[in-house]
């Protein structure tokens, strides 16, 4: 691989690198880097970093392939997204010749170990897998794209010579990414840092610790196959009926409506045996139950795992509306409930793995502070458990301390977020400081400019109107009251702005929003605008002031004023007075996924939520991804054709990069005429 291009940490090239890096800097010279997602490993995409040696680290872009391409959880190469990024480069000033460094989110030549050494170690149960050209994360008929980089690249960016790229391990980017932007000082108190992954180039699990600034690893698993990633993607999918990264949030959501005590609940104890609990924190696979270290999508079970679960759906029976679980079928279908608590029953064995390896993880560094980490850490509720597990009476008796766990999980904790860990960890090995602490996410491509939004809209079927402007506060203030005002007569509207959002969650930039005090939003959220299960949350959006007031926010989220609510990866159990109050937003175990929105991240949906106080009495709105089956909508075009498919939508405001506001709505035989009326009364109200 090295022949090819791929240079490894501790290569002459790559410490080359680092050393001209590191001399830039100190020359106080600005160091640009990008992290690449390549072919054939799930969610490619690339990143664009600036750093200073004043500075640290500053995120550019983090554009993800999915959004420009259209195809989720793409394992393509990322051409679309390169092309953004350079457009980005040349827009600020620079060129392709600036970029120092290209770093990669996997390490290439460790993984292929590790792919060879797994084979071996499971013969000869393993030599299926070697038959097998799609797994969670990988696509075989790519993998030899990606070995092909450096030059298709090359050929992209019209340089002569192929780009030499330098690999970073996977769980490592996660890592130090995820630390550098969190709230946590750094200090004499120790931070813990856990990767939870379906996989990395090396294991599933990783263990770090962090003191005054400096990172050492702990830990590594050395196993692709003991993985709760992996534990929980494959149940989720053959219990649930999705494909694997579609099946994990589903899943997790049906759970609410299982049976969640484990005393009680009839599958939480055998399926428990799935997973063997070492000393240590250990996490190891049953191979006497479990099947998928061999044989992950056809015969994923042995035959004593199917005595406990039945029998699997297979990969053509996955999203056959016959085989998927919907929680609408619990009073008319007989087996739902039981599938049901199947999933609360995976949930609850999870939950029991996470804390088994974070009560070790903390025992042996004495941290109280965890960074939470990995495509596993977009289990929010987990992560709430978390909190709830680690709390003042385990400090107690564990560190004899009075303490209780702070945690911290990044708005992108799985693979989208390793091109900024690459690019990250990179900056850090050349000297450079870590960076400022994460507030938001609004990251992924650029803001839109006025002619794009215009041309987009420019069709038949479309109406639309400019209808203000937000550069000002007045302007913005305006928008956001016709916001609230539609919403508040039950309108459901997306809001399209700036930048999108880095990861997998909408935060107000590709956001859909309604009235979380209307009870019948979530059926006609779920059945006529996203056209999805009913066991889909709908989240909370919602000033740090109603948040409180809602929700109990746990002390052990609250650094920097409650970070750790700021992104939708960690529940949060709600008061009595929300479910008859907020009903659209509180699942069904009575927790939401909260978001909080703060003034200075996010002006026009601040402002939309506090006018949204005014109209209804609650600073707190619907939020849910401005998508339609498919990846969240990119560029102004996606905007407009997701409208299109979606029957139950009213309106989409697009905000320009200079600040025009233009709104867009079904047009011809399919206009409501709901737009226009919110709006003539809502100028008439004005004057």
Same mark, same amino acid.
């Given at each position: 691989m090295?022949?090819?291009?791929?240079?490894?940490?501790?290569s002459?090239?790559?410490d080359a690198?680092?050393?001209?890096?590191?001399?830039k800097?100190?020359?106080?010279?600005?160091v640009?880097?990008a992290?690449?997602g390549?072919?054939?490993?799930?969610?490619?995409g690339?990143a664009?970093?600036?750093?200073?040696?004043?500075g640290?680290?500053?995120?550019?872009?983090?554009n993800?392939?999915?959004r420009?391409?259209?195809?989720?959880?793409?394992?393509?190469?990322?051409?679309?997204?390169?092309d953004?990024?350079?457009a980005?480069?040349?827009?600020?000033?620079?060129?392709i010749?600036?970029i120092?460094?290209?770093?990669?989110?996997?390490?290439?030549?460790?993984?292929?170990?590790?792919?060879?050494?797994?084979?071996?170690?499971?013969?000869?149960?393993?030599?299926?897998?070697?038959?097998t050209?799609?797994?969670?994360?990988?696509?075989?008929?790519?993998l030899?794209?990606?070995?092909r980089?450096?030059?298709?690249?090359?050929?992209?960016l019209?340089?002569?010579?192929?780009?030499?790229?330098?690999?970073?391990?996977?769980?490592d980017n996660?890592?130090?990414?995820?630390?550098?932007?969190?709230?946590?000082?750094?200090?004499?108190?120790?931070?813990?840092?856990?990767?939870?992954?379906?996989t990395?180039d090396?294991?599933?699990?990783?263990?770090?610790?962090?003191?005054?600034?400096?990172?050492?690893?702990?830990y590594?698993?050395?196993?692709?196959?003991?993985?709760?990633?992996?534990?929980?993607?494959?149940i989720?999918?053959t219990?649930?009926?999705w494909?694997?990264l579609s099946?994990e949030?589903?899943?997790?959501?049906?759970?609410?409506?299982?049976?969640?005590?484990?005393?009680?609940?009839?599958?939480?104890?055998?399926?428990r045996?799935?997973?063997?609990?070492g000393?240590n924190?250990e996490?190891?696979?049953n191979r006497a139950?479990?099947?998928?270290?061999?044989?992950?999508f056809?015969?994923?079970?042995?035959?004593?795992?199917?005595?406990i679960?039945?029998?699997p759906l297979?990969?053509?029976?996955?999203w056959?509306?016959?085989?998927?679980?919907?929680?609408?079928?619990?009073?008319?279908r007989p087996?739902?409930?039981?599938r049901l608590?199947?999933?609360?029953?995976?949930?609850?064995?999870?939950?029991?793995a996470?804390?088994h390896?974070?009560?070790?993880l903390?025992?042996?560094?004495?941290a109280?502070r965890?960074?939470l980490?990995?495509?596993?850490?977009?289990?929010a509720?987990?992560n709430?458990r978390?909190?709830e597990?680690?709390?003042?009476?385990?400090?107690?008796?564990?560190?004899?301390?009075?303490a209780?766990?702070?945690?911290w999980?990044p708005p992108v904790?799985?693979?989208?977020?390793?091109?900024?860990g690459?690019?990250?960890?990179?900056?850090?090995l050349?000297?450079?400081?870590?960076?400022?602490?994460m507030?938001?996410a609004?990251?992924?491509?650029t803001?839109p400019?006025?002619?794009d939004?215009?041309h987009?809209?420019?069709?038949?079927?479309?109406?639309?109107?400019?209808?203000?402007?937000?550069?000002?506060?007045?302007?913005? &203030? %305006?928008?956001?009251?016709?916001?609230a =005002? @539609? #919403?508040?007569?039950?309108?459901?509207?997306? $809001?399209y702005?700036?930048?999108?959002?880095?990861g997998?969650?909408?935060l107000?930039?590709?956001s859909?929003?309604?009235?979380?005090?209307d009870?019948?939003?979530?059926?006609?959220?779920?059945?006529?605008?996203?056209?999805?299960?009913?066991?889909?949350?709908?989240?909370?959006?919602?000033?740090?002031?109603?948040?409180?007031?809602?929700?109990?926010?746990l002390p052990?989220a609250? &650094? %920097?004023?409650?970070?750790a609510?700021? =992104? @939708? #990866?960690?529940?949060a159990?709600?008061?009595? $007075?929300?479910?008859?109050?907020?009903?659209?937003?509180i699942?069904a175990?009575?927790?939401g996924?909260?978001?909080?929105?703060?003034?200075?991240d996010?002006?026009?949906?601040?402002?939309?939520?506090?006018?949204l106080?005014?109209?209804?009495?609650?600073?707190?709105?619907v939020?849910t991804?401005?998508?339609?089956?498919?990846?969240?909508?990119?560029?102004?075009?996606q905007?407009? &054709?997701?409208?299109?498919?979606?029957?139950?939508?009213? #309106?989409?405001?697009?905000?320009?990069?200079?600040?025009?506001?233009?709104?867009?709505?079904?047009g011809?035989?399919?206009?409501?005429?709901?737009?226009?009326?919110?709006?003539?009364?809502?100028?008439?109200?004005?004057?």
């Open positions: 090295g022949a090819a291009g791929f240079h490894q940490l501790g002459a090239f790559a690198r680092i050393a001209h890096v590191r001399d800097l100190a020359r106080g010279e600005t640009y880097l992290g690449l390549a072919p054939g490993t799930h969610n490619s690339l664009l970093v600036e750093v200073t040696q004043a640290g680290p500053r995120l550019i872009v983090n993800e392939e999915e420009f391409s259209g195809n989720k959880h793409t394992t393509e190469y990322p051409k679309l997204s390169i953004a990024a350079v980005t480069l040349r827009d600020i000033g620079r060129d010749g600036d120092d460094a290209w770093l990669t989110s996997w390490d290439y030549p460790t993984l292929a170990g590790t792919l060879a050494r797994s084979v071996l170690e499971e013969l000869p149960q393993s030599l299926k897998l070697l038959r050209t799609e797994a969670a994360g990988f696509d075989g008929r790519r030899d794209q990606m070995t980089t450096p030059k298709i690249l090359a050929r992209q019209g340089l002569a010579e192929r780009v030499p790229l330098i690999c970073l391990p996977h769980h996660h890592a130090w990414f995820s630390y550098a932007a969190s709230p946590f000082a750094d200090d004499d108190e120790p931070t813990a840092i856990a990767v939870l992954d379906g990395g090396q294991g599933s699990i990783s263990l770090y610790v962090v003191k005054r600034g400096a990172m050492r690893r702990l590594c698993n050395d196993s692709m196959f003991d993985s709760l990633g992996a534990f929980y993607s494959v989720s999918s219990q649930g009926g494909t694997w099946c949030g589903r899943y997790m959501g049906a759970a609410a409506w299982g049976e969640m005590n484990r005393a009680s609940n009839p599958y939480y104890a055998r399926l045996d799935v997973l063997h609990f000393a924190g996490i190891r696979l139950l479990a099947n998928w270290y061999c044989d992950p056809d015969h994923p079970y042995k035959q004593a795992l199917s005595e679960l039945g029998e297979r990969p053509n029976q996955l056959n509306p016959d085989a998927v679980l919907r929680v609408e079928d619990i009073h008319h087996d739902t409930k039981d608590d199947k999933a609360a029953a995976t949930q609850l064995v999870f939950e029991d996470m804390i390896v974070v009560d070790h903390l025992r042996m560094t004495g109280n965890l960074v980490t990995g495509g596993v850490a977009l289990n509720v987990g709430m978390l909190l597990h680690f709390e003042q009476a385990w400090f107690a008796s564990a560190q004899q301390r009075n209780r766990l702070h945690l999980v904790p799985g693979d989208p977020g390793v091109t900024i690459a690019a990250w960890l990179f900056a850090h050349a000297g450079a400081p870590r960076g400022v602490p507030t938001h609004f990251y992924c491509g803001p400019t006025q002619n939004i215009v987009a809209v420019t069709a038949d079927d479309i109406a639309s109107q400019e209808i203000g402007d937000i550069s000002r506060s007045e302007g913005r &203030d %305006a928008i956001a009251d016709l916001m =005002y @539609m #919403v508040a007569q039950n309108g459901v509207i997306a $809001l702005q700036g930048a999108a959002e880095t997998p969650r909408a107000g930039h590709r859909i929003l309604a009235n979380p005090c009870p019948a939003v979530r059926e006609l959220l779920n059945a006529r605008v996203k056209y999805r299960e009913a066991i889909r949350p709908l989240a909370p959006m919602a000033t740090l002031e109603a948040a409180r007031e809602y929700f109990e926010l052990g609250s &650094d %920097a004023d409650y970070n609510y700021n =992104y @939708m #990866v960690l529940t159990h709600s008061k009595p $007075l929300a479910r008859e109050k907020i009903p659209a937003v699942h175990d009575g927790t996924r909260i978001q909080i929105v703060r003034a200075g996010d002006p026009l949906t601040y402002a939309y939520l506090k006018a106080g005014r109209q209804i009495g609650v600073e707190l709105s939020n991804s401005f998508n339609v089956a498919g990846p969240i909508a990119q560029t102004p075009q905007a407009i &054709d997701t409208l299109r498919r979606s029957k139950g939508l009213d #309106v989409v405001v697009l905000v320009a990069g200079d600040g025009t506001v233009t709104a867009a709505w079904h011809g035989e399919r206009d409501s005429g709901r737009f226009t009326g919110w709006y003539a009364q809502w100028k008439a109200c004005r004057a």
